[in-house]
């Protein structure tokens, strides 16, 4: 019997809709099993998030702290799934089911376009893979004198304000960024440019407040809607701003990298080998003997951040210029935000247990044997004690609360006989997963020895996770942590740290990464010129 085409046209719609109401059907199933506070038609627990964008915050940590081991809230009709049980959370990171990063991130696509934060699939795989030996420890040996010139010039600035509150984010996050442009962008600023390097981290701040404000607003997340808002020209005039300081910092380093290497033999200059001179200093560098993925014969020599990319952009091999451009602001937004929080926080930590400060500047005379010079690699890795308190502010404090992704199918988790179904979003929570009383005894508590050697082995290992886990780690987690340290010796070795806020009066709230709402006073004193 033939099947007319209006039987088709009738019949479609209603197998359509069909298929909608059992997905939905299974969907919402498998969703009521999971456990969280009470929700209402319509707007699921949106009414709970309702209130000034910076106290949303607040009510998350109210509603994580009714959970356990995870929860559920609804926004509207979407399914958010918060984890904060180690298995569950290495079951997520893990997997490459949960790569796709969720929504949220597609705000920050008009800045940092196809960046390693935001890209998926074969394009961040091979990204991902390009990026990281850039940051091979023979690659961030070389880093060590930028980061002690700017940490020094940190000092110096500090200088001007001893004796008086200061909000150290904010010397914190030129200092970074500086830091980042003359390492990994291998971009000297020059004196006549500083204003341009303050301009650009202005830019930033602000940029960042217009997202974390569309984040939390319903109404702002159509991009019609936002473009018709008050915060369309600024978010506009913002994005401007910033992507011409990025784009002249890639200018520049393109130029002198076709300067020094001539165009016609980039893919040979791709290929140099590593002298063997210079494999004696890449056993100093880490401390043990080179592989021969480091020093082989065969071995591409491993070039900068930024002078890798280009190389390979200019040979047509995985990047584009305008993929060099998207990773620049992608890195510069990531690497300078976080260690600014990171460093910030620790020193507010310190100032308020004065105890554990003077444990870390003990230490900082022992290793440098009370004459301060110029600190190497080896000297970093003998800060045993400033490595823990910095990983203890990290614990209680992560620059990154949650991380959310996709969820593209049915996925059993391992810590409860429940489903999160496909089309949810799940939310990895950091915050509560670091503040976990069955892994950190006393988990509010700042104790250094939460990371002992003997406790990290008794440890799952994701129930730390301050720069992520699994394929998308960090993947300069080992420079943040080189910069970080070098840094924090450097301004404990010349100042007392001095407590302004109480600790119990400290407010934070979750912007694009977790930030102290009242900011970051503190007092100094000078120990020693």
């Not at 019949?11 to 809709?17: E, G, N, Q, R, S």
């Not at 591409?300 to 280009?310: A, D, V």
């Not at 990154?400 to 929570?429: E, N, Q």
Request: charged content about 25%; aromatic content about 10%.
């Amino acid at each position: 019997m033939e099947v007319s085409a209006f039987s088709i046209i009738v019949a479609a719609p209603i197998l359509v809709y069909i298929a909608y109401r059992l997905f939905y059907w299974r969907f919402f199933r498998l969703a009521s099993q999971w456990p969280g506070p009470k929700s209402y038609p319509i707007v699921g627990n949106a009414i709970d998030l309702l209130g000034p964008s910076d106290r949303i915050f607040d009510t998350l940590v109210t509603h994580l702290a009714d959970f356990e081991d995870l929860g559920r809230l609804w926004i509207g009709p979407r399914f958010l799934a918060f984890l904060f049980h180690p298995d569950d959370v290495e079951m997520v990171l893990n997997s490459n089911d949960f790569l796709d990063k969720s929504v949220e991130y597609d705000f920050l696509r008009p800045w940092i376009g196809n960046g390693l934060l935001t890209s998926t699939g074969n394009v961040w795989r091979a990204h991902r893979r390009a990026i990281a030996p850039t940051f091979y420890a023979s690659v961030l040996k070389d880093y060590m004198r930028k980061f002690n010139e700017n940490a020094q010039g940190l000092v110096s600035e500090l200088d001007r304000h001893t004796g008086a509150p200061l909000d150290i984010h904010d010397h914190m996050s030129v200092t970074i960024t500086r830091t980042l442009l003359e390492t990994a962008m291998g971009v000297d600023i020059e004196p006549k440019e500083k204003h341009l390097l303050h301009g650009y981290v202005s830019s930033v701040k602000e940029l960042s407040n217009i997202i974390h404000y569309r984040h939390t607003k319903a109404w702002l997340r159509s991009d019609l809607v936002f473009s018709f808002s008050k915060y369309a020209s600024s978010h506009k005039s913002l994005l401007n701003s910033i992507h011409k300081y990025t784009m002249d910092v890639l200018l520049k380093k393109k130029a002198e990298v076709q300067i020094n290497n001539g165009c016609s033999n980039m893919k040979q200059i791709a290929n140099r080998k590593i002298p063997n001179g210079e494999k004696d200093d890449i056993k100093a560098s880490n401390g043990r003997e080179p592989n021969k993925t480091e020093i082989s014969g065969t071995e591409q020599r491993k070039l900068p951040f930024l002078e890798s990319l280009i190389q390979k952009a200019l040979v047509g091999d995985t990047f584009t210029l305008k993929d060099v451009h998207e990773q620049i602001d992608t890195f510069m937004f990531e690497g300078h935000d976080t260690a600014s929080a990171a460093t910030s926080m620790l020193l507010c930590s310190l100032a308020s247990k004065p105890e554990i400060q003077e444990k870390c500047y003990d230490e900082l005379q022992w290793v440098l044997g009370g004459t301060y010079r110029e600190l190497t690699l080896e000297d970093l890795n003998e800060m045993k004690y400033l490595d823990r308190c910095l990983l203890e502010a990290m614990r209680l404090y992560p620059p990154v609360p949650v991380m959310a992704r996709k969820v593209h199918k049915d996925v059993k988790l391992v810590s409860r006989d429940l489903t999160i179904p496909s089309g949810s979003t799940v939310i990895v929570t950091t915050y509560a997963l670091q503040r976990r009383a069955d892994v950190f005894p006393n988990p509010d508590e700042f104790d250094p020895d939460h990371f002992l050697p003997e406790r990290i082995a008794d440890r799952h290992h994701y129930a730390y996770i301050p720069f992520s886990a699994g394929p998308r780690v960090c993947v300069g987690k080992k420079f943040a942590m080189l910069e970080m340290k070098t840094i924090l010796a450097t301004v404990l070795w010349n100042f007392k740290i001095t407590q302004i806020v109480a600790e119990e009066e400290w407010t934070f709230s979750a912007d694009l990464i977790l930030k102290r709402r009242d900011g970051y006073k503190i007092g100094l004193v000078r120990r020693q010129k």
